[in-house]
T-cell receptor
Framework: QKEVEQNSGPLSVPEGAIASLNCTYS??????FFWYRQYSGKSPELIMS????GDKEDGRFTAQLNKASQYVSLLIRDSQPSDSATYLC????????????FGKGTTLSVSS | ETGVTQSPTHLIKTRGQQVTLRCSSQ?????VSWYQQALGQGPQFIFQ???????GRGNFPPRFSGLQFPNYSSELNVNALELDDSALYLC?????????????FGPGTRLTVT
């Protein structure tokens, strides 16, 4: 079982729709969760961090965390063509010197 | 506020050579982590530097080494380059050594080994 799993996609949604990106993780000791957006040929850009169960909203983005189910998701409301990118889920254990563990990413395509 | 910078942007090396990649952390950040991202994969942790010392290491051989300087900038050195070392090398800085701190990536260095 991979440590962090994401559907590779592509996930295709029309402009204005809600895009739902999902991520599961295997280590129950994981405490911090991050979503990064990566445009083709560019480096990852931090979108959201979430540490507690529940929802966290920032503009059009909502991160959802369920530690009991070992599941984290990212919702993008009113999707725009500029949201077309690969979305990387990352988890960590909150310990000094430990890594962010990344999934392979989900490619999102928003059509106009 | 100055973001994370990396140099060079692109690099082509021959198998067996050595390479040094450089990173300047975001202002106010004292921790630098290095990641390797192969095509189609998520970034993989190489190591982290905090207060000029290696603070944690991923599953990479000793030919991957690094340094951190008093101004928190960092270098990644790779000796005896192999074809599989071709990847995007990412530096991320954060304001603390725990992995709960948000990490911000630089633009990366694309290394091609021929």
């Amino acid at each position: 079982q991979k440590e962090v799993e994401q559907n590779s996609g592509p996930l295709s949604v029309p402009e204005g729709a809600i895009a739902s990106l999902n991520c599961t993780y295997s280590d129950r000791g994981s405490q911090s969760f991050f979503w990064y957006r990566q445009y083709s040929g560019k480096s990852p850009e931090l979108i959201m961090s979430i540490y507690s169960n529940g929802d966290k909203e920032d503009g059009r983005f909502t991160a959802q965390l369920n530690k009991a189910s070992q599941y984290v998701s990212l919702l993008i409301r009113d999707s725009q063509p500029s949201d077309s990118a690969t979305y990387l889920c990352a988890v960590s254990k909150n310990q000094a010197g430990t890594a962010l563990i990344f999934g392979k990413g989900t490619t999102l395509s928003v059509s106009s | 506020e100055t973001g994370v910078t990396q140099s060079p942007t692109h690099l082509i090396k021959t198998r067996g050579q050595q390479v040094t990649l450089r990173c300047s952390s975001q202002s106010g950040h004292n921790t630098v982590s290095w990641y390797q991202q192969a095509l189609g994969q998520g970034p993989q942790f190489i190591f982290q530097y905090y207060r000029e010392e290696e603070n944690g290491r991923g599953n990479f051989p000793p030919r991957f080494s690094g340094l951190q300087f008093p101004n928190y900038s960092s270098e990644l050195n790779v000796n005896a380059l192999e074809l599989d070392d071709s990847a995007l090398y990412l530096c991320a800085s954060s304001s603390g050594q725990a992995s709960s701190y948000e990490q911000y990536f630089g633009p990366g260095t694309r290394l091609t080994v021929t």
